[in-house]
């Protein structure tokens, strides 16, 4: 059985593979699987001793926490139950609970009453979750992760984020717009994913207090114009992620100064939008700082013209998917592929 026993650092593995026959836990509910995680040797006798104890609760139509879970439970599971509240104060009892896992659940509301300081990760994908508490969520106080992936929030002005909050996942929810300093508490946020939803404004001092963000993912949203400096509130970011979205207009100030403070290469994705010029500025700005970015441009409706080539020709560098770019317009060029135009064919 040793070779069982993994050696596992990281708690979100906790409950697919730490598997640990070592010391067995005896109390534990009868419906829920109990094991000992985040194990490590130590001494000359290789002893193995775990730091973690992992309770997961799967898929048992519970609608409240079972009587009987370890005290010093770390790492809690309760997805695919019936618990339509998620109060987390009914998990302050758990002084060392530092992850909680209620997905799949239909839960329609988040409750938070009491300060809870052990929590690190809260994930509570795939339920119903129309709003979240304003002011509660800043009572986690040590949140890093929160993931609200899948469920139907509508708005989230005025709520307040968790001041060490490190990832915000709210991909798939119903989000209309991003208010203007909605994220003035979070300054340590360092990814911020908000993938298909139905945001079609961005206010222009959402981004403002951003100062740690490094990847900013807006895909399959309704976005249609970016206006100037919207992303200039992010001096860390080095990835934006624009995508499937119906960009026709771009301020060429928009990406002025993102991720200045950032060495990393920059990827600034606009595929699948529907662009149809390119002001040369727009590009033009970061001349002198092409090895650090690229722009992605495939599967907009481009208008090739001489202009397009100029600009194709003078950044070139700065595009990263040439090959992939076509023409849709005009009517002589059209699914001619950017990279193969030819000033001789195109502009006489
Ligand atoms: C958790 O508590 C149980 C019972 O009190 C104890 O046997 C076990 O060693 C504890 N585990 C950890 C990792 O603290
Ligand atoms: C938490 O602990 C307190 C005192 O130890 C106890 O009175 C209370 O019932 C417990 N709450 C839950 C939800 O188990
Ligand atoms: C959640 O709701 C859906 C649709 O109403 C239903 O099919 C599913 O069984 C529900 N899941 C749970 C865990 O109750």
Known sequence: MHSNCLIVFSIFLLFDVARCSYQTITECPEMCVCENTICKRRGKSRRLECSG??????????????????????GLSFSNNNFRVIDLDYF???TRLTDL????????????????????????KGNQLTALPPKGLTKIKNLLTLDLENNQIQDIRGVRFPRKLDLLNLNHNQ??????GIFRKSKLLRVLKLNNNRIDTIHNRAFKYLIGLESLEMEGNLLRTLHKDAFTGLPKAWYLNLKNNRISDIHPMSFRLFGFKNEFHHQIHLENN??????????????????????????????????????????????????????????ENRGTNVNVLEIETCCF
């Open 101 to 124: 896992i209620v997905n799949e659940n239909n839960a329609t509301e988040l409750r938070i009453g009491r300060d809870i300081r052990s929590l690190k990760r809260l994930t509570l």
């Open 53 to 74: 104890v992992a309770v997961s609760c799967y898929g048992k139509g519970l609608d409240q926490i079972p009587p009987g879970i370890p005290a010093n439970v770390t």
């Open 175 to 180: 989000l209309r717009a991003l208010p203007a």
């Open 274 to 331: 529907k662009l149809r010029f390119f002001d040369r500025d727009l590009l033009g700005i970061f001349i002198t700082r092409e090895n650090h970015y690229s722009f992605h441009f495939a599967g907009n409706p481009i208008f090739c013209d001489c202009n397009l080539i100029n600009v194709r020709d003078e950044v070139k560098h700065l595009i990263g998917d040439t090959p992939k770019m076509v023409c849709d317009s005009p009517e």
């Open 92 to 94: 302050s009892n758990f």
